[in-house]
């Protein structure tokens, strides 16, 4: 995936969380997400594929895919949505 950085990457809002089983539904952002994985593993499904992600790994979900977890015991990720031209 490329962004294009000749226009404006825009943060609209970012964090550190942490979760156990799954923590919500199918759905799909209107911003791009990133996911830093801190702590544990969560296997989760993006755009009808899924992943198994551990500590250091970084998932990027585009806006308007669909995206849900699967199957997550404990994780700690810090998290960034944002607004970019890809």
Same mark, same amino acid.
């Given at each position: 995936?490329?962004?294009?950085?000749?226009?404006? %990457?825009?943060?609209?809002?970012?964090?550190?969380?942490?979760?156990?089983?799954?923590?919500?539904?199918?759905?799909?952002?209107?911003?791009?997400?990133?996911?830093?994985?801190?702590?544990? #593993?969560?296997?989760?499904? %993006?755009? #009808?594929?899924?992943?198994?992600?551990?500590?250091?790994?970084?998932?990027? %979900?585009?806006?308007?895919?669909?995206?849900?977890?699967?199957?997550?015991?404990?994780?700690?990720?810090?998290?960034?949505?944002?607004?970019? %031209?890809?």
């Amino acid at each position: 995936m490329y962004i294009d950085t000749d226009f404006p %990457i825009r943060v609209t809002h970012f964090g550190r969380t942490t979760k156990t089983g799954k923590w919500h539904g199918a759905e799909a952002s209107g911003t791009h997400l990133l996911i830093y994985i801190l702590e544990g #593993s969560v296997k989760i499904m %993006i755009d #009808s594929v899924t992943y198994d992600a551990k500590i250091g790994d970084v998932l990027l %979900i585009p806006r308007n895919v669909i995206y849900a977890p699967v199957e997550c015991d404990h994780i700690s990720y810090f998290y960034f949505h944002f607004n970019a %031209i890809l």
